[in-house]
């Protein structure tokens, strides 16, 4: 049986592994014209080009011509592209590589994976372009404004014993933030809140009901108005910092989503979000051995705002 998780039929390229689409089983007619339809954002001439240059393979390692039949049921593998990506002019740092794992240190603005007009300038390519590995795959992500430590599964077969950390929640995260100071809110304190989407489908935000997020907080220094403050995540919500901090009247400092939406232009690095994944921390589960990383990054002091 075929593993869609395993496709030989074509190479990475350029740190990107194939993209697949599987055909339904109800179609006819060529498969140009399905794939013009069903992947509008690639224009029917790109898909033409991409194919005269046997570069849509099915899963048999045959390569698609422009006459091919729709083929019901079957997965066909293609690269991505992306035109006009924008350069992010920071560099990310390998802290530790073995043959299981490898943890980088993320600089702001830089993602973790592919997504949306992000595909070379990503964590996880930059990596797999740099250092050639292939099964490379983060273990946990970090958001693009966030920097910091993420760790990197390097294959396969150990893979699930490291993601089982996270699903556990045996690692111990710890974050270092800078935000308002406020003498009415007092440190430390454990915040519990439920989380869910919001209407903005990129936004999170906190509603009535029980509890599905929790972060232990405290205080590190405080200059004046602003202070820097140390944030444990015990559950991972997405943006679960972010909201946290904004629920309490305590927005992140560079935060260009909460309390309000509040994107920089693209290509203006002069605001970064005051987050750092400061330090992760775990018994390895291949190894046995008790891990501690830290980060070499730091935020901006407290004087500067």
């Known amino acids: 049986m075929h593993n869609s998780n395993d496709p030989r039929v074509l190479p990475m390229r350029n740190g990107i592994a194939p993209s697949c689409i599987v055909l339904p089983m109800e179609g006819e007619g060529r498969l140009l014209d399905f794939l013009a339809t069903r992947l509008p954002a690639v ?14 393979v099915d899963e048999f ?11 019901p049921g079957v997965r ?23 043959d299981h794992l490898l943890v980088a240190d993320k600089p702001h603005f830089l993602p973790v994976v592919p997504s949306g007009r992000y595909l070379q300038h990503t964590l996880l390519v930059r990596l797999k372009n740099r250092l050639g590995l292939r099964d490379l ?3 946990h992500r970090i958001d693009r404004d966030t920097a910091g430590l993420v760790m990197f599964s390097v294959q396969r077969e150990t893979r699930g014993k490291y993601q089982s950390l996270f699903r556990d929640r045996t690692v111990f995260k710890e974050y ?9 809110v007092p440190f430390p304190r454990e915040h519990h809140s439920r989380m869910e989407e919001s209407a903005q489908f990129f936004r999170m935000h906190e509603v009535p009901g029980e509890p599905n997020s929790h972060t232990h ?6 200059q004046g108005a602003f202070a820097r403050y140390r944030l444990k ?5 997405r943006h679960q910092l972010r909201v946290h901090m904004a629920a309490l009247g305590l927005p992140l400092m560079g935060d260009p989503l909460y309390p309000e939406v509040n994107d920089p232009e693209e290509g203006d690095y002069s605001n970064p979000l005051q987050l750092l994944a400061r330090s992760l921390e775990f018994v390895d589960p291949v190894t046995g051995e008790k891990r501690r990383f830290e980060s070499q990054r730091r935020l901006r002091p407290l004087s500067d705002f």
């Open 43 to 56: 224009s029917r001439d790109a898909w033409l080009a991409r194919i005269e240059a046997s570069d849509v």
């Open 61 to 71: 390692g045959v390569a698609a011509t422009p006459d091919s039949a729709f083929a």
């Open 76 to 98: 066909f593998y293609y690269y991505r592209e992306l035109q006009g990506e924008a350069d992010i002019p920071f560099h990310e740092e390998v802290l530790y590589q073995d």
């Open 137 to 139: 795959s983060p273990i």
């Open 176 to 184: 270092e933030a800078v935000a308002p100071w406020r003498a009415d």
């Open 217 to 222: 907080m405290e205080l590190i220094e405080r």
């Open 233 to 237: 995540p015990v559950t991972g919500k």
